[in-house]
């Protein structure tokens, strides 16, 4: 990988820079700026579980940054539905490693919305480059004594050719004892990607709405609408036959970006639409589980579980285009 002769140093064009944030609630946060030179900008943050927070396109933005603005893990308050409070958002937001979803009492435990593993810190972060990408490594631990004792090992490539992201993550079971495991990748299109013009298509074989509010408008799942004073959000469950696939693209701004994951892992693609002002996103969330809590999903048989000594490996490639 010999540099460029035009360049005084390889930053001028992509790379990967570690930064701090200072002042406000993110104060300290550990952030990794990834940058490839065909137009891709991504922002990891090392102190929330090497979620993405933002991503930029060719000068555009991607993704949906909360009201909340950074928050750093100090300050996240577990009980209920609190995690809305630290809730940054951003490009995604991984939720579990054992509960997803609504809060709820299950099998003992009290279980906050969405998991803690949100608002823990990454133990380790490297990033390498190779002659076609950048790669950045995340161990989060997630274990606990006498109880769950999980690792994620999560793997980010920013492709150097291509405007193409890949996560890779593989959970690994290193306690004794069988554990829930409940994974959802919150992914988060925000303004300009998302506004009343955008286009969504996803070809699901089926389409089942969360609750009777959501299944008023199931016929308009797709239909993207301007903020709405007082709009109360929508889900909707996506199935696929074969590969998971979501694409969304806005006019306005003549781009757009395509989700795809495999279904063999990611069994379910959970749809949140929430028009609000200020509160304006689009989710597109890929997981193994639906959202309506651990409790739910042990009633009805569809928690899933991952035994000691066991990995499990699960992935989604994203790619932006004009």
């Known amino acids: 990988m010999s540099l460029d002769p035009h360049l005084g140093h390889s930053s001028q064009l992509s790379g990967v820079e570690e930064l701090r944030i200072v002042g406000g609630k993110g104060d300290g946060m550990r952030l990794f700026q990834m940058r490839n030179a065909a137009g ?33 893990p100090s300050y996240y308050d577990k009980h209920g539905a609190e995690f809305l409070g630290s809730f940054t958002a951003g490009f995604f937001t991984t939720c579990g490693l054992t509960a997803v979803g609504a809060p709820c009492e299950d099998d003992g435990e009290t279980l906050p919305l969405h998991g803690t593993i949100a608002n823990t810190p990454c133990e380790r972060v490297w990033w390498e480059e190779t002659d076609d990408a950048y790669v950045l490594h995340a161990v989060v631990n997630d274990s606990r004594i006498f109880a769950r004792k999980l690792v994620l090992f999560r793997t980010i490539c920013l492709s150097k050719r291509e405007n193409i992201l890949r996560i890779s993550d ?19 299109m925000g303004y300009p990607l998302l506004s009343e013009h955008a286009v969504l298509e996803i070809p699901s074989i089926s389409v089942l709405a969360r609750d009777k509010h959501a299944e008023e408008d199931l016929d308009t799942w797709d239909k993207m609408l301007p903020p709405t004073p007082g709009f109360v959000e929508q889900c909707y469950y996506h199935r696929f036959d074969g590969e998971g696939l979501a694409r969304i693209y806005n006019p306005d701004i003549k781009k757009g970006l395509e989700l795809r994951f495999d279904t063999g892992a990611l069994d379910s693609l959970t749809e949140w639409k929430m028009m609000g002002v200020h509160d304006y996103v689009l989710g597109l ?33 994203v790619r932006f285009f004009e």
């Open 170 to 188: 593989t959970v690994e079971n290193q306690g004794d004892a069988s554990s829930p495991l409940m994974l959802l990748y919150h992914m988060n």
């Open 40 to 72: 891709l900008f991504v922002t990891v943050s090392a102190d929330r579980r090497a979620d993405i927070s933002r991503v930029s396109f060719k000068g555009d933005n991607m993704g949906y940054f909360s009201p909340c603005g950074y928050v750093a």
């Open 285 to 317: 969330e890929p997981g193994n589980c639906t959202p309506d809590g651990r409790d739910v999903l042990r009633k009805e048989g569809r928690l899933k579980f991952i035994d000691p000594g066991e990995k499990k490996a699960f992935s989604f490639c």
